[in-house]
């Protein structure tokens, strides 16, 4: 069953002062201590737990609403829940788990559910804890009830000449636009100045085959579009980007389709990269802002330039849209592509890190290529504690491994170390019409897409004879769903007109549909007029009546009435908006 925990009600650019967490500059999945007791700052919204039991959790995947797979990283398994319920084990790979090595990566193909098809990334070994073999990705079909494997797409085997981790494993994978698999893969410790590689700017001729993003076909061949597709070296032909030191965290912008990735930082500096394809991110000889000059062990402390990187043809390099100083061990990205929540943070960005179990949210600015930073941070670096604090909204999650926007428009976070799922949700959530039935008049033009917000494009029906004298002359009505059965609150909002002032004039009739005695409610009754009219009623007295407790449907109708003696002809009811609000908590 689903838990809740309190909101709260602080402004979302409010700071919170808490105890610095160990840091894990060494990658995104080793081991920390956890933090306690979970709070959300972003002013409307609540969360709450969807899933617990887990073992070292790292990505979900959907596989329809309220129905997700959960990996565990060292056990190898796939765990499956519907309606927040443990309901079984859908595959158990043998992996090697040291260290940042395990079950890392899960995407569901793009065309899931017609094509049952999910890709997982894991670090192969014979028995769990056993001998690294290789990490790789396969594709496994779903059959509804277990994952069965299918086809291997990429594998990174050890290598008897480089280093071969066991840190910087990647395994964090999305789905682009453009219907790629786009993989981070981490350099495994690879290409430092004793044994140089391309990937990680210490070489011109010699191939890591690792430290990069990876951007590969459905089948896991090499895109002929990829910025380095023309490199003698099939393994660079994969690459979307280098330079690549580690990170567990990609989303697209969902309005310009740019990427947008996380990357862990050694001493000094994670980062928030805006990745167009070509980038060189400067591993391994810069990390944070060229002009901050950061020395650190893995680079001989010694201070480099963006002139020092090794420039693949068709390259770039590019600063980091946001640093911290001190890495926070910055893991999982993702936007908040989803009506659920409130145009005034749609589209903006949380991210998540595993050290501290912060929740981090950013603005975009207008351009969306930058965040829309204030304060000490708006040389796009935390630097202090108070300017890192700047961006939390949430705190005690407990190492924070994935951020998803599932199916039902919630946001979902993944906690490694509580092992649990937490769901982000609006205290009052905006319900739209699913379904429109006529049941006298003539539609002229729109639809539901048109009664979902006030912006002049309208539902416009035609007067048709009333049934009987004095009936109504139009009359439809709408159906949504309510995500509660029990609401605290249900409020109807409608904005409507008519083409011209018709005489004799009309009624404009909105009801409720009351589930407890199948009946309808009016809840508004007054006359058209040509110029729109706006209304919202909120019922707070028994408002689970207006909700099917079953289904959760809830049902309004419009009547327009002509008392009129005889029907008149010319004019038309436009309906501007007809909305939900419900109240949930």
């Not at 809830?554 to 109240?583: C, E, M, N, S, Y």
Request: glycine content about 8%; charged content about 20%; proline content about 6%.
């Amino acid at each position: 069953m689903y838990s809740r925990s309190h909101s709260n009600k602080v402004n979302r650019r409010s700071v919170r002062r808490y105890c610095v967490s160990i840091l894990l500059a060494s990658g995104a999945l080793a081991n920390a201590s956890p933090a306690a007791g979970q709070t959300l700052n972003l002013q409307g919204y609540f969360y709450e737990t969807v899933a617990t039991g887990l073992s070292f959790p790292t990505m979900m995947a959907f596989v329809d609403h309220n129905d997700f797979l959960v990996l565990e990283k060292n056990t190898g398994k796939v765990k499956r829940y519907v309606n927040g319920v443990f309901v079984g084990e859908v595959l158990d790979l043998a992996v090697s788990n040291q260290s940042e090595r395990g079950l890392l990566g899960i995407v569901s193909h793009p065309d899931f559910p017609q094509v049952p098809k999910f890709y997982v990334y894991y670090s192969r070994a014979t028995v769990d804890g056993g001998t690294w073999l290789d990490n790789r990705v396969e594709t496994f079909t779903w059959n509804g009830t277990t994952l069965v494997v299918d086809q291997l797409i990429a594998d990174w085997p050890p290598d008897p000449t480089q280093n071969n981790g066991p840190n910087h494993d990647g395994g964090y994978m999305v789905i682009g636009p453009d219907r790629k698999l786009y993989i981070q893969t981490g350099d495994l410790n690879r290409g430092r100045f004793n044994n140089p590689r391309i990937e990680q700017n210490t070489s011109s001729t010699a191939v890591a085959g690792v430290g990069a993003i990876e951007r590969r076909e459905l089948d896991g061949s090499a895109p002929p579009d990829n910025p380095f597709f023309s490199h003698s070296d099939p393994r660079v032909r994969n690459y979307y980007c280098y330079g690549f030191r580690n990170g567990y965290g990609m989303a697209f912008d969902p309005v310009t389709d740019i990427l947008w990735m996380t990357e862990n930082g050694s001493g000094s500096y994670d980062e928030i990269n805006y990745c167009l394809p070509g980038l060189n991110s400067g591993w391994v000889k810069i990390m944070g802002p060229d002009k901050r000059d950061a020395s650190y062990a893995e680079n001989g402390f010694q201070v480099f330039d963006a002139e020092d990187l090794f420039y693949l043809p068709g390259s770039h390099y590019r600063d980091p849209e946001f640093s911290w100083l001190a890495p926070v061990g910055v893991t999982a990205l993702e936007f908040l592509r989803s009506r659920k929540f409130y145009p005034s943070e749609r589209n903006a960005m949380f991210v998540g890190d595993i050290n501290g179990g912060r929740l981090f949210y950013f603005q975009l600015t207008p351009s969306r290529d930058e965040l829309e930073l204030f304060g000490g941070t708006l040389d796009k670096v935390a630097d202090t504690l108070e300017e890192r604090n700047q961006h939390v909204v949430g705190t005690g999650f407990a190492g924070i491994t994935d951020i998803k926007i599932g199916p039902d428009g919630y946001a979902y976070i993944v906690s490694y170390f509580n092992g649990a799922v937490y769901r982000i949700r609006p205290i009052v959530e905006t319900v739209y019409a699913t379904s429109l039935q006529m049941l006298t008049g003539v539609i002229q033009s729109g639809g539901l897409a048109e009664l979902e917000e006030s912006d002049d494009l309208k539902f416009i029906v035609r007067e048709a004879p009333p049934i009987a004298l004095g009936g109504p002359s139009v009359a439809f009505f709408i159906e949504g769903t309510s995500p509660e059965a029990s609401p605290v609150e249900v409020s109807f909002v409608a904005e409507f007109s008519t083409s011209a002032a018709p005489a004799p004039a009309t009624t404009f009739r909105t009801s409720l549909f009351n589930f407890q005695t199948n009946s309808y409610e009016i809840i508004d009754s007054r006359a058209g007029t040509a110029t729109d009219v706006s209304f919202e009623v909120s019922i707070t007295k028994n408002p689970s009546r207006f909700v099917d407790p079953t289904s959760r449907t809830i049902r309004a109708r419009f009547q327009v009435l002509d008392p009129g003696t005889l029907f008149t002809f010319g004019w038309a009811a436009r309906f501007d908006t007809a909305v939900w609000k419900v109240t949930v908590r």
